[in-house]
């Protein structure tokens, strides 16, 4: 078993400060008044204090999955569309970024798996249904193990796992956030090159109204939004097909509109997807023919048409 959080840290350079970047001669902002000041400058991420973004190393693209709010389904959609992209011949890795509570492992049917290290200290990512995955449930007891960290602790896990993973060769890495627009998701937005994000959400307002938040945090840190996914949009009764939108029929579509991005696809509401997502045989893989599975398929279609590959 590797230490917590995972091994000994690499050390990397240290931050410098931003003032030293700049002449002593120079006048404080503040002293100007503020009619005189004009437009703000554009200073270089290292002078605004912020790291520079780099490409993960052996990956083409990284897609982040998000919500920003936890219990919509989000780790089901970032699996299947990791799936779905396989299915069409693209080399497909999924990063689980959920420190305190990863679903990655139960999902891939990966539970009780540890990776190996490399001679360069690197970890192995572990595979199954032909996609590679990292998950700091890989390096626990087992899965009913909680993760009792504060904040240093939990950034120097993501550290490695965004940093010394092995990947070898990957056309799309798939991020599965964790919910909320703090710490995590700041980390990585600003540290690694994000080529899109997938919003998810249920047509439910109270999901919307962090879902949006998340959109809006993408903005902020210059990740292109791809578009949103309408989770458990509808469902459908087994017995007589009867249609019931549970929680609200169009709210995904009604955001997407206001906020000038793309519904990528809707997900229904249905027991197979759940009950084989708690087997570990997410449902393009065990059902790969059905409606449901049709569904993720279209949805990775689009990401792929996005991204362009």
Same mark, same amino acid.
């Given at each position: 078993?590797?230490?917590?959080? %995972?091994?000994?840290?690499?050390?990397?350079?240290?931050?410098?400060?931003?003032?030293?970047?700049? $002449?002593?001669?120079?006048?404080?902002?503040?002293?100007?008044?503020?009619?005189?000041?004009?437009?703000?400058?554009?200073?270089?991420?290292?002078?605004?204090?912020?790291?520079?973004?780099?490409? %993960?190393?052996?990956?083409?693209?990284?897609?982040?999955?998000?919500?920003?709010?936890?219990?919509?389904?989000?780790?089901?959609?970032?699996? #299947?569309?990791?799936?779905?992209?396989?299915?069409?011949?693209?080399?497909?890795?999924?990063?689980?970024?959920?420190?305190?509570?990863?679903?990655?492992?139960?999902?891939?049917?990966? $539970?009780?798996?540890?990776?190996?290290?490399?001679? $360069?200290?690197?970890?192995?990512?572990?595979?199954?249904?032909?996609?590679?995955?990292?998950?700091?449930?890989?390096?626990?007891?087992?899965?009913?193990?909680?993760?009792?960290?504060?904040?240093?602790?939990?950034?120097?896990?993501?550290?490695?796992?965004?940093?010394?993973?092995?990947?070898?060769?990957?056309?799309?890495?798939?991020?599965?956030?964790?919910?909320?627009?703090?710490?995590?998701?700041?980390?990585?937005?600003?540290?690694?090159?994000?080529?899109?994000?997938?919003?998810?959400?249920?047509?439910?307002?109270?999901?919307?109204?962090?879902?949006?938040?998340?959109? #809006?945090?993408?903005?902020?840190?210059?990740?292109?939004?791809?578009?949103?996914?309408?989770?458990?949009?509808?469902?459908?009764?087994?017995?007589?097909?009867?249609?019931?939108?549970?929680?609200?029929?169009?709210?995904?579509?009604?955001?997407?509109?206001?906020?000038?991005?793309?519904?990528?696809? $809707?997900?229904?509401?249905?027991?197979?997807?759940?009950?084989?997502?708690?087997?570990?045989?997410?449902?393009?893989?065990?059902?790969?023919?059905?409606?449901?599975?049709?569904?993720?398929?279209?949805?990775?279609?689009?990401? %792929?048409?996005?991204?362009?590959?």
């Amino acid at each position: 078993m590797i230490c917590a959080p %995972l091994r000994p840290l690499i050390r990397r350079p240290a931050c410098i400060p931003i003032y030293s970047h700049l $002449s002593s001669s120079v006048t404080p902002l503040l002293a100007i008044p503020s009619k005189d000041r004009g437009p703000a400058p554009t200073l270089p991420r290292m002078a605004r204090g912020l790291p520079k973004k780099i490409k %993960l190393r052996g990956v083409e693209k990284v897609v982040a999955v998000s919500s920003a709010k936890g219990g919509v389904g989000k780790s089901t959609v970032a699996v #299947n569309l990791a799936l779905s992209l396989a299915m069409r011949q693209k080399r497909v890795g999924i990063l689980d970024t959920d420190i305190f509570g990863p679903s990655i492992p139960k999902l891939l049917n990966l $539970s009780g798996g540890e990776p190996n290290v490399t001679e $360069s200290n690197k970890l192995l990512p572990l595979s199954n249904y032909g996609v590679k995955a990292m998950s700091i449930g890989f390096l626990l007891p087992n899965e009913e193990s909680p993760v009792v960290w504060r904040g240093l602790m939990v950034m120097k896990a993501l550290q490695q796992l965004l940093h010394d993973v092995e990947w070898d060769g990957l056309d799309v890495l798939v991020l599965d956030l964790p919910p909320g627009t703090g710490d995590v998701q700041l980390t990585i937005t600003q540290q690694i090159v994000v080529d899109g994000a997938v919003i998810v959400s249920t047509p439910q307002d109270i999901a919307l109204i962090d879902a949006v938040k998340g959109i #809006n945090m993408f903005k902020k840190v210059d990740v292109p939004v791809l578009g949103m996914v309408q989770n458990m949009s509808v469902f459908v009764c087994p017995n007589c097909n009867h249609e019931t939108h549970i929680f609200g029929s169009d709210g995904v579509q009604r955001e997407a509109e206001r906020l000038g991005t793309e519904v990528l696809g $809707s997900i229904p509401l249905h027991p197979r997807i759940c009950t084989l997502s708690d087997a570990g045989m997410p449902v393009v893989v065990a059902e790969p023919d059905t409606a449901n599975a049709t569904a993720y398929k279209t949805i990775a279609d689009k990401v %792929l048409h996005k991204l362009g590959i």
